[in-house]
C-alpha cells in the first residue's frame, strides 16, 4: 500500500483492498490516524524494536501513519527513545485489522459499544464518529496510555468515556452494551464482558494459546447468560496484560534446562514442523496443551531445538529437529510430559480429520469456557 499523507487515501486503500465495509468508510476518513501516533515509534527491524521520531524523520513517520501497518507506539523495556527494545506493550493496529474487527461487530445506528484496550485511542474515535460519543465506552489499563488517548481524542473532537481500568472488568454502570470489541488478545473470555453484553449482542475478541497467537472469535450472547460463536478468523495481538508470559520465562527455562542430563530422554517421529508449522495443528496443540509456551534455539545448517515449558510446575521439554532425520532426540522434565502431550494433541487433530481452525468455536459461560469443533455441543476433549 503507498504511503500518501491522509486519512482519505488510507480509506480508500482499504476499501480498494477489501478490508474497508462501506458503512465504515466515512468514519476512517474522517478521522485522522495522524492525530492519535505519538511522537516516538517503534519499527521492527534487525535484532528487535527501534526508535524513530517524527522530529528527526518526519518524512518516513508520515508515510507510516497513513500504512497500512502495525505502530508500536509503547515498549516495555526501555520506553527512552533509544536502543533497541523487544516488548511491545502498546500499538496503534493495523489499519486492515481495525476495518475488519469493525466490520465483523456488525454495528448499527444508535447501538452502544464497549471497548477493551483503548491504546491510542483511534478505534474509540472510529467508534465515536460511527456511532456518538455517548454510545462509546473504552477502557485502557495503563493511566499513562488512558490519559493520552483521552487528551487525543479530545483534540480530535471526540469525546467517548475512556476509563482507566481492566477492560476484562468492562465498565458495569454503562452496561448493557449491544456490542463489546477487545483489541488485546485473550486467553481466558472474562465473563463480565459476557454478562455486559445485551442478549443478541456480539463480541468480537482476539484469542490465543501460549502455543498460537491468535484467531479472531465472534461470540454472540444468548439469554442464558452465555455467549457463543465461531473462529471467523487470524488476529495477532498483542497479550491481555494479566495473562502476558514473563518476560524472558523461555529463556529462563532454558537456562535451567543445562544440562539436560536430568531430563527423560527418549525420541519421536513426530517432526516438530508438522505440529508448529501448521497453523491448524499449532491451534489445536495450544488448545490441548494447556498453559504451555515455546520458543525456537536455531542451529547451524538448518538444526533447532524446540523448547516448550510449564513454567508453574517447572515442567519442560525439548525436541532437537535433525533435516531429514526420521526421529528427533526429546528430552522431558517435571511433573508434565509436555511433548508427549503435543503427541497426543496432534494425533488427535488427525484422528478428527485435520480442521481447519475456523472450524472452532468458543462457549463462555459463567463457569467458565470451552472450546468446540464445528457446534457448541461438540465440545473438544
Ligand atoms: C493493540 S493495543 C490497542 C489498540 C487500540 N485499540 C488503538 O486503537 O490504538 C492493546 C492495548 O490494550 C491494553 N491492554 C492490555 N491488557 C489490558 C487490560 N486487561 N485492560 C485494559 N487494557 C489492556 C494495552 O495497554 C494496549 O494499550
Known amino acids: 500500500m503507498s504511503s500518501e499523507s491522509s486519512p482519505a487515501?488510507?480509506?480508500?486503500?482499504?476499501?480498494?483492498?477489501?478490508?474497508?465495509a462501506p458503512s465504515w468508510r466515512d468514519a476512517f476518513t474522517q478521522v485522522d490516524r495522524k492525530r492519535f501516533i505519538p511522537d516516538l515509534i517503534w519499527v521492527h527491524g534487525e535484532g528487535g524494536y527501534h526508535p524513530l521520531n517524527r522530529t528527526t524523520d518526519p518524512g518516513r513517520w508520515n508515510a507510516l501513519v497513513y500504512d497500512d501497518q502495525a505502530l508500536v507506539t509503547q515498549i516495555e523495556d526501555g520506553d527512552?527513545?533509544?536502543?533497541?527494545?523487544?516488548?511491545?506493550?502498546?500499538?496503534?493496529?493495523?489499519?486492515?485489522?481495525?476495518?475488519?474487527?469493525?466490520?465483523?461487530?456488525?454495528?448499527?445506528?444508535?447501538?452502544?459499544?464497549?471497548?477493551?484496550?483503548?491504546?491510542t485511542g483511534y478505534n474509540a474515535a472510529l467508534?465515536?464518529?460511527?456511532?456518538?460519543?455517548?454510545?462509546?465506552?473504552?477502557?485502557?489499563?495503563?493511566?499513562?496510555?488512558a490519559d493520552t488517548a483521552r487528551a487525543r481524542l479530545k483534540d480530535a473532537g471526540y469525546a467517548p468515556t475512556v476509563i482507566t481500568g481492566d477492560g476484562g472488568q468492562g465498565c458495569a454502570a454503562r452496561a448493557p452494551y449491544d456490542r463489546v470489541i477487545a483489541t488485546y488478545a485473550l486467553h481466558t473470555v472474562p465473563y463480565a464482558l459476557v454478562e455486559?453484553?445485551?442478549?443478541?449482542?456480539?463480541?468480537?475478541l482476539p484469542w490465543g494459546t501460549g502455543l498460537y497467537n491468535g484467531v479472531l472469535l465472534r461470540l454472540t450472547a444468548g439469554e442464558d447468560?452465555?455467549?457463543?460463536?465461531?473462529?471467523?478468523?487470524?488476529?495477532?495481538?498483542?497479550?491481555?496484560?494479566?495473562e502476558a508470559p514473563e518476560r524472558d520465562v523461555m529463556a529462563t527455562v532454558r537456562?535451567?534446562?543445562?544440562?539436560?542430563?536430568?531430563?527423560?530422554?527418549?525420541?519421536?517421529?513426530?517432526?516438530?514442523?508438522?505440529?508448529?508449522?501448521?497453523?491448524?495443528?499449532?491451534?489445536?496443540?495450544?488448545?490441548?496443551?494447556?498453559?504451555?509456551?515455546?520458543?525456537?534455539?536455531?542451529?547451524?545448517?538448518?538444526?533447532f531445538t524446540l523448547w516448550l515449558a510449564d513454567h508453574t510446575t517447572g515442567?519442560?521439554?525439548?525436541?532437537?529437529?535433525?533435516?531429514?532425520?526420521?526421529?528427533?532426540?526429546?528430552?522431558?522434565?517435571?511433573?508434565?510430559?509436555?511433548?508427549?502431550?503435543?503427541?497426543?494433541?496432534?494425533?488427535?487433530?488427525?484422528?478428527?480429520?485435520?480442521?481447519?481452525?475456523?472450524?472452532?468455536?468458543?462457549?463462555?459461560?459463567?463457569?467458565?469456557?470451552?472450546l468446540w469443533l464445528d457446534t457448541p455441543g461438540t465440545p473438544v476433549p
Not at 487515501?9 to 474497508?20: N, S
Not at 456511532?131 to 499513562?144: A, C, I
Not at 455486559?196 to 468480537?204: L, R, S
Open 9 to 20: 487515501t488510507l480509506a480508500r486503500q482499504l476499501t480498494e483492498a477489501g478490508y474497508l
Open 225 to 242: 447468560g452465555t455467549a457463543s460463536g465461531p473462529v471467523i478468523g487470524d488476529s495477532a495481538f498483542m497479550w491481555n496484560r494479566h
Open 196 to 204: 455486559q453484553t445485551a442478549p443478541g449482542g456480539v463480541i468480537v
Open 80 to 119: 527512552g527513545g533509544a536502543g533497541t527494545a523487544f516488548v511491545p506493550s502498546s500499538s496503534a493496529s493495523m489499519p486492515r485489522v481495525v476495518a475488519i474487527m469493525l466490520d465483523a461487530l456488525a454495528v448499527a445506528d444508535g447501538m452502544t459499544v464497549l471497548e477493551a484496550g483503548t491504546g
Open 315 to 370: 515442567s519442560w521439554a525439548s525436541v532437537d529437529y535433525v533435516p531429514d532425520a526420521t526421529e528427533f532426540d526429546t528430552h522431558q522434565h517435571g511433573p508434565r510430559r509436555l511433548w508427549s502431550e503435543v503427541e497426543s494433541a496432534y494425533a488427535w487433530w488427525q484422528s478428527a480429520g485435520s480442521p481447519e481452525r475456523t472450524r472452532y468455536g468458543l462457549t463462555v459461560t459463567p463457569t467458565g469456557q470451552r
Open 127 to 145: 467508534l465515536a464518529a460511527r456511532l456518538g460519543d455517548r454510545h462509546v465506552v473504552s477502557v485502557e489499563m495503563d493511566p499513562r496510555l
Open 255 to 303: 537456562k535451567q534446562a543445562q544440562p539436560r542430563a536430568t531430563a527423560t530422554a527418549t525420541h519421536t517421529s513426530l517432526d516438530p514442523r508438522d505440529v508448529f508449522g501448521d497453523e491448524n495443528a499449532a491451534f489445536t496443540a495450544g488448545v490441548l496443551v494447556p498453559d504451555c509456551r515455546y520458543t525456537v534455539g536455531h542451529g547451524p545448517d538448518g538444526e
